[in-house]
């Protein structure tokens, strides 16, 4: 596998073109289109909420229905979430005017919107908006980068991966952009996430490739406990790689496998990373889990702690924080076992060990918390399961972000 500069427009026969629709925001881009040349298998996934913006609705409909997707559209600015009848209506409009700009059918037609819920976007601009960008696709890595760019809301960078791989002879690209900041929770996908393959492969398959790999990426993230109405990533594989066809779980689906996990991976600690105020990305990894389930419920339980990511903030190493949050996990263990680290560019330190401290020197678990990333490691000596989770510190600039954000 190699790791490339790119992002939607890494893979053969994908576009894009981005507008500043002014939408919501003034003065910068708040429009992106994705286009595929050909028309594509399409696999999604979605918020669990049970408040589903209108297009969530849309897209599990075109996803789980139809065939042949084209395109992506996402505004930035309203989330068309809370809206009713109306709402939904804007998203057929939106589809209507994508068919006729780009030449065609509706049901290919996929939607996103990101911003404030409860407000009906301004469906002449996105109209406009459609018809301006069209014209304008471009599969240059310009075009991709301003694409990734304009679906931003609170994010602080644009968040973009792609990946080459080896199938059957033939080079095979994966490649992506997200948009996520706050409204951050793990539980599928708590976010907006578009990735383009030239792979050629099953829809069934792209569809389990993806609800499976989700599992370990977007849905082990959190940044403030709030899991969105707006949930979705979507995966358009277009078959332009000319590799033999995909159809069974052989060595080259597995292959694809791992250049999805890559790039979703690393889309989901952007994330993290860019969490709404965040001044650190806090990772943290539970090792010697009785089960995969258990680690994933300790790791989530750790990393969605609110005084321990404030104390990840404070760069103090208050590790009565972790182990309280392991303890009320729900998760069996015995706490005299347990062993935790922390860790960064700036080293590695024990801070307990079988549950107790390890006189370990603050000075030197200071300077390697102070670092912009920083692990957590508990090792629970259960058995050999493991499991990742990433979230960010909590800070000042958290509260100030979402005390005005719609003013």
Known sequence: MKIIDGGVTAAKGFQAASTAAEIKYKGRTDMAMVFSEVPCVAAGTFTTNVVKAAPVRWDQDIVYNHQGARVVIC???????????????????????????????????????TGVIGMQIPIDRIANGVTA?????KGTREAGLEAAKAIMTTDTEKKEAAV??????????????????GMIHPNMCTMLGFITSDVDISKELLQEALSEDIKDTYNMVSVDGDTSTNDTVLLLANGQAGNPKITEKNADYEEFKKALNYVNTTLAKKIAGDGEGATAL???KVIGAATKAEAVT??????????????????DANWGRILCALGYSGVQFDPEKVDLYFESKAGKIKIIENGVSTGYSEEEATKILSEDAVTAIADMKMGD???????????????KINADYRS
């Open 75 to 113: 505004n930035s600015g309203i989330a068309n979430a809370c809206t009713g009848e109306e709402g939904f209506g804007y998203c057929r409009a939106t589809a209507e005017a994508a068919a006729k700009a780009l030449g065609i059918p509706e049901d290919s037609v996929l939607v996103a919107s």
């Open 133 to 137: 960008m069209a014209p304008n696709l």
């Open 164 to 181: 080459e791989i080896e199938i059957g002879g033939k080079t095979v690209t994966v490649g992506g952009m997200c948009k996520g900041s």
């Open 282 to 284: 806090f990772e943290v």
């Open 298 to 315: 300790l790791s989530k339980s750790v990393v969605t702690s609110s005084l321990t990511k404030a104390a990840i903030y404070g760069h």
């Open 385 to 399: 399961a493991a499991a990742t989770a990433w979230g960010c510190d909590l800070t000042y600039d958290y509260i």
